[in-house]
């Protein structure tokens, strides 16, 4: 090359393989391993400059100053609707690549302003007590793989030539708490919950969504240090599902293998061990230890090459060095960022979010005739209760006190009280309280959690829960009103579910609010007063004590979330009311009766029998009557957020796979084997007695078994079923957990 050529990799009519392969050529080896942690360095000799990996955009973009902010993960996973999360992801999206250019001309290469977001969290929200189940879409595998590979595509874009950011799925995988012991934890578990129940969504963000990065989590599973397992990194994620973009540490987990696990006794083996297995970039510091490691044997430079590699291959995806002209997102003006149509969006979400569950004889929507309305507690006019946690500023943000004042207007009288604290309070600001409340007549009382008692390790004062009631003297509050006779809806804003027995039995009318973003006194004030009428649903149970859960390090999922728990919730996963009337006719199957291997077709009729317009949410759950492997009560395999008129109505058709009618045999495999399956369809589980309506039919699987994943091997299958196990039956003794690791104190 002569001295007038442009470098190969400077090219960008070349092929990304041939530019990244150029660069990386370049690059001395103390060059390389600078470019694997979070804060790669600038490698000014070869125009490479700083770039910081660390970006968040959980529920918009975080830590990055003004940005709009919408519901919480779990907010948005109670909307149901996969096209709702690709538009906000997008919005999401288009706002990271306005920040990040501005910043670029500004000089700012720092953390929190580059295009690689560690987010979506997919993992399963087995347990209630976790604090960081509020990022998540819930407790239901297919689920969080349709929410979750919806936002990973709105983020990612739909360039042929580039990635608009990087999406990256965390925390892979079997992560979900207790936070205090993150560290050291092995989460045990058996090949069929593996396979059935934590892996799915990040097979389907992997496979369907094409994410190009994945996040490995703190802890061990079953042994292997999820940031250096040859099982989780190697043979699933990359021969199994052929993901070709790179692996990111969670913050410090590269230290944890040889300070906490202590799978390895130095620093400089714990970073050869992550890099061999397939971890490429370490959010933290462990990595520069690699060159020590060099020296010492335990790793090569061409080991090394193919983590750079495949970071570098990223950037040039992201257009990094491209010029601007030809790269489109880098077009975006900084002016979408905190824009008003985002601002509308982050509205609509929260009123999509808002699930109503409980309304006795109609008590809402209240008038909006009232004249005098109290609204108490201590998540009434608290701004960052609305956020949750990783989340951005919002501009302005509408509590629930100002949405009323705001919906009312100066026709009616807002009175407000705080009542109590989310964890403490005197007797003053009860007794204030109730006096505030006999003058009005409703009140709003807004209780539930805050990021003081939920949240991640170091963030949150308390991050897990030991108990599920509300915290602090939130139910005296309730009960005080109560008292004093005063007509009382409970509006919960949290995270995750709390036990509301007494509230449930006493009180005429309940809505879950989640934390939801910078418009949620809006959508919620427009929910109570019937301007908006709810559809959304619960992603995840609503138990009535912690004494119905298993041990919350037991990652068994026999007796964890709606598939597995025989209990009686206190309101079950999916649940959720509205102000109209649906009903459903007409389910049929076809055919009701098929070959291992084949599909079903199931259709359904909806109409709107009430007076008002409103959303359903029709949800389809099959269950195995006669599997001879153990398999959940029922299993969601499809659903859809539709609207209709009052007085219309809608045909839907839902097709159930052989993926979906595979039971797990002991090693995790997918088998499909004759019996009767039994389809459910409505707008709601299909619980006795559940105030949601649907239909039951069912179709048999004949002829031989049939594993989807592979040519049948009848040898390995019962030809004839053995007899049903109990509803809810865990797996067999040897399939169960072994203890896991007592937690050790967290030195990071």
């Known amino acids: 090359m002569s001295e007038h050529e442009s470098p190969i990799y400077l090219e960008p009519d070349r092929p990304i393989e041939e530019r990244v392969q150029d660069l990386v050529s370049r690059m001395t080896i103390e060059e390389k391993v600078s470019q694997m942690v979070h804060p790669a360095a600038a490698i000014e000799r070869l125009g490479v400059p700083a770039y910081n990996w660390w970006n968040e955009c959980l529920h918009g973009v975080g830590r990055a100053g003004i940005a709009t902010v919408f519901p919480q993960a779990i907010g948005l996973a109670a909307t149901w609707n996969t096209d709702l999360m690709l538009d906000v992801a997008t919005a999401i999206s288009d706002e990271a690549r306005a920040k990040h250019h501005q910043a670029v001309r500004e000089g700012n290469r720092g953390i929190y302003y580059g295009l690689t977001f560690w987010t979506p969290n997919i993992n399963i929200f087995r347990d209630p ?9 819930g407790e239901d595998p297919y689920l969080t793989a349709r929410l979750g590979g919806a936002f990973v595509r709105g983020l990612q874009g739909d360039d042929p030539d580039y990635l608009k950011v990087v999406a990256t799925p965390k925390h892979y995988a079997v992560h979900s708490g207790p936070e205090e012991g993150r560290h050291s934890f092995d989460a045990c578990v058996s090949e069929r919950d593996l396979h059935e129940t ?5 097979e389907a963000t992997v496979r369907e969504a094409g994410a190009w990065s994945v996040m490995g989590a703190y802890n061990r599973t079953n042994g292997e240090a999820c940031c250096a397992s040859p099982t989780l990194l190697g043979q699933i994620l990359r021969e199994e599902w ?17 300070a906490h696990h202590q799978l390895v006794e130095t620093p400089e083996e714990a970073a050869a061990l992550a890099v061999r297995e397939g971890c490429d970039l370490n959010c933290g510091a462990t990595y520069e230890h690699l060159l020590a490691a060099v020296e ?7 080991t090394i090459d193919i983590a750079v590699t495949r970071l570098f291959t990223a950037r040039f995806k992201l257009g990094m060095f491209d010029p601007d002209e030809r790269v489109p997102y880098a077009q975006i003006p900084y002016e979408v960022n905190d824009c008003a149509e985002h601002r509308a969006l982050a509205l609509d979400a929260a009123r999509q979010s808002m699930v109503l569950l409980k309304n006795d004889d109609g008590f809402l929507p209240l008038s909006r005739d009232l004249k005098k309305v109290a609204v108490i507690g201590p998540n009434a006019d ?7 946690n990783y989340s951005g500023t919002p501009s302005s943000a509408v509590t629930p006190l100002q949405g009323v004042r705001n919906l009312l207007g100066p026709d009616a009288e807002v009175l407000y009280a705080r009542g109590c604290g989310v964890t ?49 003297r939130q139910e005296q509050l309730l009960r005080e009103l109560y008292l004093a006779s005063v007509p009382t809806v409970l509006v919960l804003l949290n ?19 989640w934390y939801p973003g910078e418009e949620g006194g809006t959508a919620l004030a427009e929910m109570l007063f019937g301007v908006y009428n709810p559809a959304g649903r619960l992603p995840v149970t609503f138990y009535r004590s912690e004494e119905q859960l298993p041990p919350f390090e037991d990652y068994a999922m026999a007796g964890h979330t709606y598939r597995f728990f025989e209990g009686e919730p206190l309101y079950p996963f999916g649940h959720g009311l509205s102000y109209t009337r649906f009903v459903y006719n007409g389910l049929t199957l076809s055919p009701r009766e098929i070959q291992g291997g ?9 109409r709107n029998l009430g007076n008002r317009a409103g959303d359903e949410v029709v949800q389809v759950y099959l269950k195995d009557v006669r599997s001879s492997f153990p398999v959940p009560l029922r299993t969601l395999v499809g659903f859809r957020r539709i609207r209709l008129e009052p007085g219309k109505d809608q045909t839907l058709t839902f097709t159930i796979t052989a993926d979906q009618m595979a039971a797990r045999d002991r090693q995790g495999r997918p088998v499909v084997q004759p019996g009767e399956f039994i389809v459910s369809v409505g707008g709601g589980q299909p619980i006795e007695g559940s105030p949601l309506p649907y239909l039951t039919e069912s179709f048999k699987v004949t002829g031989k078994p049939f594993r989807p994943d592979e040519p049948p091997r009848e040898e390995e299958i019962p030809a004839q079923p053995e007899p049903a196990p109990a509803e809810g039956d865990g797996p067999p003794a040897d399939d169960q957990t072994s203890p896991a690791d007592p937690p050790t104190q967290d030195e990071d």
């Open 242 to 258: 052929g993901f070709e973009g790179y692996v990111v540490s969670d913050c410090g987990a590269i230290k944890d293998i040889w």
């Open 296 to 302: 010492q044997g335990l790793i090569d430079e061409a």
């Open 382 to 388: 608290d701004v960052e209760v609305l956020l949750g």
């Open 495 to 513: 995270g995750s579910a709390v036990a509301i027995n007494w509230a449930d039995a006493a009180l005429p009318a309940i809505v879950e609010a």
């Open 198 to 202: 934590y892996l799915p969504a990040f």
């Open 129 to 137: 007590r976790w604090g960081r189940g509020q990022e998540t879409y």
């Open 598 to 606: 084949e599909s079903v077709e199931a259709r359904v009729i909806v």
């Open 424 to 472: 403490d309070g005197m007797e003053e600001e009860l007794r204030e309280a109730v006096a505030v409340a006999r003058q009005a007549e409703v009140a709003i009382v807004c209780l539930g959690l805050s990021q003081e008692v939920e949240g991640e390790e170091g963030a949150a004062k308390l991050a897990d829960r030991t108990e599920l009631l509300l915290p602090g």
